[in-house]
């Protein structure tokens, strides 16, 4: 036993030497090349941006996807910039949500140029399809390079699995365990208690489309719609409530503005899709949001419904992209809460 | 828990320090509390297949001990079928169901399961016990939690080696004293391990996952070149695991036996299997091929029994055609080169050249039938192997090799030679202080900055 002490205390200092030695050849040849090839790019977005913005736009695809038939490709972040006098630009990428948010804004230096940070409140990244996405195990490890840690140490997190990467069955698994036990915020009166049981009324022609009518494909997209927006949001377990609720705590250790920009839902299609119970699960959890960070102190931009359902630009799935008119309607609702 | 994780480099120092702070009659405790936790850590619900497995197999040992004649030979069967039973249900359910499908056209349903990790490693060594039992080798196991951690032994659980009652029992049972060179032994063949696994199979899967994925665009020299990375991927990543295995236990003073011994340096297809997973390969000689006479038999019964053997052994692996095939192909090979070897001269049998011509030849055969064992069906095995073959200029891309991962190959390949006939950890202690640490850094090096990026679960925990 002693033996293994002595040579402990001889080989920690030495291990610690080569451990710093190596992070710096690692930074120095393989670093960046490693951040690319896990899609970790916005390192360099936010490290190019930071020294040269007023307000950074925290988003993922809602962002910037533009419809074939859009004359203007402009994405929010841009129009805002173009609406206002200050110099805002875009840190996005498609399917990430608030952890890697969290994380990247963790890595912004103290004296950055950054005084305003606006980060896209996506309703739907609350809900376990989202939360169980095939591609969480891909975002999870690129979070890893976003974190402020030593790079040697995120490339060992890394190497040794040190990020959310279940496979894809559990990850279906999981999502089904949610599907058919979750209870939903529903009238006593309503039958389907769980988002499998209504699903499965929908799809086998129990519960009809708010018209009355049989039409496949509208009960495809309406099956859809419930898995997609019914859900409850536990502030205690879920885990983009813990991560908002991180964000807003770093924003005030950093003195920086928060605006949370709650995004804009097919609230129309949902209602006339599957009826009025979906929509009040919608504007619950939309309510237990504002609610939630108004009383923080964050100033939250209710978008929620201010695009028209024709202004969606996947009309026959549930998404948050949004043609020109819808992008700049986003764009002036935020402005007012830049000014 | 991967051994390759964070949480395992957390948990195996916890357990290891317990173990030896506890007195040994509690150790079976911690071990069974420790394995419990490590296994449930996959999936936790499948924790129970492996306590019913116990409890059956249990009971099982102490009936087939006390009973005689019929009685004796049922409670076998009932063990057998309880474990092929479970085995069946899990992992074979939807290709019985596949192949009823074709005969009758009543549509019944596939199941919708996860397949429980290691399921086919847990079976086949808890029949073994039993097994054991009824031909009298073996005493049943009185003490429940002793015959649990045997089937439950986390280093070794979900990925073998497959072990005897008759050794890793022993080897459970046994006061282990805290003792320097255990430990380091230990430690020397985890770092190799991760090494193997991480810096080559980890390095060599999204090359071959990028092939496997459309084949027919890559020029045949990729294909070849995909072809020899699973080879060296398949053995890197299932050698690592056993090298981490056999490290881990051997921290706690528990010995387990070598699974591989540089099967690709076989001058035959006899030899390789010697070498090769050499516990499943032990398992279906003594279980499979004894029973069915052996090698005491006429030719043709010989011949069947043999290709039965591999093609079961093909099967054991997955639940699809083309793992058997790759069974049977072994098989087939295996014949055929008795049948060669018979005509050639001892003295030309024993020639280096003759050796070395045969390594060569044993390595690209085994490499061309592992694309059955990699493809998702038959026929994209065909389209692999048709692509190696095709020289045409329909194909457009080439796999890219990066100078460090043929750095790292060349570092595996050395030690590989280094320790032909000896293992890592023996070879290390015995050689020079200075190479040692040499060796300890640059593997250490290689693990922090070339390991693969993406992490791949180890092949074998499928199976």
Known sequence: MKKLFYKLCILLPVFVFCLLTTNYFYVKYYYWSNAEAID????????????????????????????????????????????????????????????????????????????????????????????????????????????????????????????????????????????SSVKLNVPESFPYKTV?????????????????????????????????????????????????????????????????????????????????????????NKQLLIDRYHKDGVAVVNSFEIVNGLDFIDQDWTTEHYNQTGRLALAKNVLKYLQ | ?????????????????????????????????????????????????????????????????????????????????????????????NFFIDIFHVFVPQKLHHL?????????????????????????????????????????????????????????????????????KNISNGLRLILYGLFVKMCIADNLAPLVNEFYLNPTHYYSSSAWIALFAFSIQIYADFYGYSTIAIGAAAILGINLMDNFKQPYFASSFYQFWQKWHISLTTWFRNYVFFPLGGSYVNAFRWVFN?????????????????????????GLFYLLEKGLVKFYPETIKQNVVFKFLGANITFILVTLIWVFFRAENFDK????????????????????????LISMLVIFFLIEIAIFNTRFDYFLKNSHVIFRWTGYIILIISLLLFSGIQSFQFIYFQF
């Open chain 1, 40 to 179: 970790a790019k916005l390192l360099f977005t936010q490290d190019s941006l930071e020294n040269c913005s007023d307000v950074l736009y925290y988003a993922e695809s809602s962002n910037a996807t533009a419809a074939n038939t859009d004359t203007c490709l402009q994405s929010i972040s841009q129009m805002i910039d173009s609406l206002s006098p200050l110099k805002v630009n875009a840190v996005d990428h498609g399917a990430i949500h608030a952890r890697t948010f969290l994380q990247l804004i963790k890595n912004l230096k103290t004296d950055s140029k950054v005084k305003t940070i606006i980060v896209t409140l996506n309703s739907r990244s609350f809900g376990s399809p989202w939360i169980n996405s095939h591609l969480e195990t891909n975002i999870a490890q690129a979070n890893v390079m976003y974190e402020p840690n030593l790079p040697i140490f995120k490339r060992i997190k890394l190497s040794f699995n040190g990020y959310d990467n279940k496979s894809i069955q559990l990850r279906d698994q999981d999502l089904e365990k949610d599907w």
């Open chain 1, 196 to 284: 499998r049981q209504w699903d499965n009324a929908m799809a086998n022609g129990t519960y009809l489309l708010p018209n009355g009518e049989w039409d496949m494909p509208k009960i495809t997209l309406a099956c859809h719609y419930i898995k997609t927006y019914a859900f409850p949001i536990d502030v205690n377990t879920n885990p983009r409530i813990q991560d908002f609720d991180e964000i807003v705590s770093i924003s005030k250790q950093k003195n920086l503005k928060l605006i949370f920009h709650l995004l804009a839902e097919n609230v129309q299609y949902a209602d006339s899709l599957v009826g009025k119970e979906l929509v009040n699960i919608m504007h619950q």
């Open chain 2, 1 to 93: 828990m991967l051994f390759n994780s964070l949480h395992f480099l957390l948990f195996f120092p916890i357990v290891t320090i317990l173990f030896y702070l506890l007195k040994h009659k509690w150790r079976w405790i911690l071990l069974f509390i420790a394995s419990t936790y490590f296994y449930s850590a996959f999936y936790l619900p499948y924790i129970l297949i492996l306590y019913a497995i116990i409890i059956v197999d249990y009971f099982c040992g102490l009936l087939i001990e006390k009973r005689q004649g019929k009685v004796k030979l049922f409670w076998l069967l009932f063990s057998i079928i309880s474990n092929i039973g479970l085995l069946t249900y899990f992992k074979y359910f």
């Open chain 2, 112 to 180: 919708d399961i996860l397949l429980p990790i290691g399921l086919s490693f847990h079976t086949f060594q808890s029949l073994s016990y039993t097994i054991e039992v009824y031909k009298g080798n073996q005493k049943a196991e009185k003490h429940l939690g002793y015959f649990a951690n045997y089937v439950l032994f986390f280093p070794q659980m979900v990925a073998g080696p497959i072990e005897k009652y008759s050794t890793l029992g022993k080897e459970l049972r046994a006061k282990h004293k805290f003792k320097y």
């Open chain 2, 306 to 330: 043999i290709l039965l053997v591999f093609s079961l052994s093909g099967f054991w692996h997955g639940a699809n055609y083309t793992f058997i095939i790759w069974g049977f192909l072994h």
């Open chain 2, 381 to 404: 095995a065909i389209l692999v192997l048709n692509q190696c073959f095709t020289y045409g200029f329909d194909s457009s891309l080439n796999l890219k090799i990066s100078f460090e």
